[in-house]
């Protein structure tokens, strides 16, 4: 775990120190495949043990029997979750109060003809025209239509809307539709007064040429100056284009995407699905999932220099586009509102995405390009367990920089012995070293324990003097730290993924990034830890996201299955560069014992890095065993003065809300439950 100084070293030392190392590799490359090994063989001897019983005459008859045994074990799973019949009410309570909310987000959050009028009338500071782009192919009428009055009913009436026809000969009916509403647009503008020709423009393609052709000849039709990008299916909300003026006059947006959910084919847009509730910005999550997706609007400018669609990325070209522009882009605004309905039918992405499979390995690509034209190179991408087009990436390590886990201690010596033998055991990387930061322990077994620590290399152990101040002891953890990075690491956890240390120093390696966070797991494998989310819970400071949450379950539009932004990560297992924790000050020690990661992280992004939370570390962790929970006496009297004192200390970003937790989701639930307003 020691780097040595070979500058010091004569040649037959050095060459030592090279083949004890080289061996010392060679060994623990074979123990890992060892257990790679032993691993594999006991998996497929399982499995051939399962295909055997699965397979007897005995498993067929049992067939009843079996699913009278998991019926009674989801009903007792149910009431052992929900307590009694009072919580299994409470729970259909929760479902009702989600459907009423699914409903203010349809044609109920239409304007109506007063607001429409007070929209129209509107006067913006900026005279802008959006070019709204949609490649035709051989579109259902109904579908067309709807498509395109829900263009026409927009508020915000200074817009184009541009069509390029690749339908074949047997779908003439797609031209006579368009040119029916080309002619009605005229009418409407002659009526009005606007000194307009028509804002309809329709082109019929010699052939069709695919998604990525038929846009691109969308685009060379349009005028305007802002450019915007709807499917031939979908449906638009009437105050999308007057919402995105707001945030163009307000803010200064030059790349702007909504809300959106997904409706049944032949129904209406009130018969939704899924209804798709976004984070603001966030570039990791971006890479590793398409959650911008519609409706994405952005400056023209954006494409100087640049193409709208590629077609070798056919089927993820939006992908492929959000990637290049918002990577371009000066300010990337997210409207929380769901202003784009997406048709799930037959066929369409929306649907299911075997529809077109060759937009998985499109997605690939689009995110590979971007990786490489950001700098990055040797990086892995793979499709998980929660979609195939939301994506693991595995960046490369530069280097062998040397990691000091820093772990906090008093008394506990089991806890202790448990989390540095995870450690040792489980942990790939090899350049580390740990640091307990020893507090007023009392018992003879733990200086019994510090003693043998002190014997194994790579492992120290200072004392911290003074009452309990978690901020304090982990900054003078850090400060006797050796490592360029630090990982602050509670005593009461335990390493459960062997290459946790290269998941978290991936991230934490990149010069944007602030701090880095693991996922948590409590003892009865449901989760601890997945990001933090500010004002979430009762004391309206921060709480944990997907709370509670099975260990397998795939989170909120798959959350829990790729790396993201997060406004904050817990201590309990936080990475970050020695040179930015001393560069931010440290944990804050005016907040003694919680919320200091919080703040920690809050000042990190403030200063302008990004968070990040991954689920491929993992770890157990055995919370509050080390000093008890902070719900009764002066335990809970001291967490309120330092709750007060966090709400104090951010209360215009705690108003604003975190920007990675979508303001429609409830602040009193940690599994995104919708807000309902009760309008």
Known sequence: MEQKDLSQMTQEEALRFYKDAYEREIKKGRVLAG???????????????????????????????RSMVHWTHRMKERLGRYGNIRGIARKFHAKM????????????SFPDAQEAKRQRETKFDRDIKFSILVPLYNTPEKFLRQAIESVIAQTYENWELCLADGSDGEHGDVERICREYIEQDKKYLKQSHMNLYSRIVYKK??????????????????????????DHDDVLHPSVLYEYMKVICEKGADYIYCDETTFKGDKTIDDMITLHFKPDFAPDNLRANNYICHFSAFDRKLMEGTELFRSRFDGSQDH???????????????????????RSHEGSVASDINAKSYAIEAAKGAVAA?????????FEITSTKAFETIFRIKYEIIGNPKVSVVIPNKDHVEDLERCITSIQDKSTYDNYEIVVVENNSVTKEIFDYYDKLKEQPGIRVVTYDGAFNYSAINNLGVKQAAGQYVILLNNDTQVITFDWIEEL??????????????????????????????????????????????YNNLGYMGRLCYAQNVMAVTGACLMMRKSLY???????????????????????????????????????????????????????QRYNREAEAFRNKWKDLLAQGDPYYNPNFSLDRSDFALRYDGK
């Open 505 to 550: 120093l991936m991230y934490a390696q990149r010069k944007d990034v602030g701090a880095v966070g693991a996922k948590l797991y409590y003892e009865d494998n449901t989760i601890q830890h997945a990001g933090v989310v500010l004002g979430l819970g009762a004391h309206r400071t921060a709480g944990h996201s997907h709370y509670r949450v099975s």
């Open 97 to 108: 109060i989600e459907k009423k909310a699914c409903i203010q987000h349809g044609t109920a």
């Open 370 to 378: 971007h990786l490489t034209e950001k700098g990055f190179r040797n």
């Open 320 to 342: 492929d586009m959000i990637l290049r522009l918002t990577a371009q882009a000066k300010c990337v605004v997210h409207v929380p509102k769901i202003l784009y309905y997406w």
């Open 582 to 636: 001393e560069e931010l000050g440290g944990l804050d020690e005016s907040f003694a014992v919680s919320l200091n990661d919080v703040d920690l992280c809050v000042r990190a992004w403030k200063a302008g890095y990004v968070n990040v939370f991954t689920p491929f570390a993992e770890l157990y962790h055995y919370e509050s065993v080390s000093r008890g929970l902070d719900d009764q006496g002066e335990k809970a």
């Open 35 to 65: 257990k790679i090994v032993d691993t594999n063989n006991q998996s497929a001897d399982l499995e051939e043990r399962l295909k055997s019983i699965k397979g007897s005459v005995f498993w067929r008859l049992a067939k009843p029997l």
């Open 205 to 230: 393609l010699l052939k069709n040429e695919g998604i990525s052709g038929n846009t691109n000849a969308c685009y060379a039709m349009s005028t305007g100056s802002y450019i915007a990008l709807f």
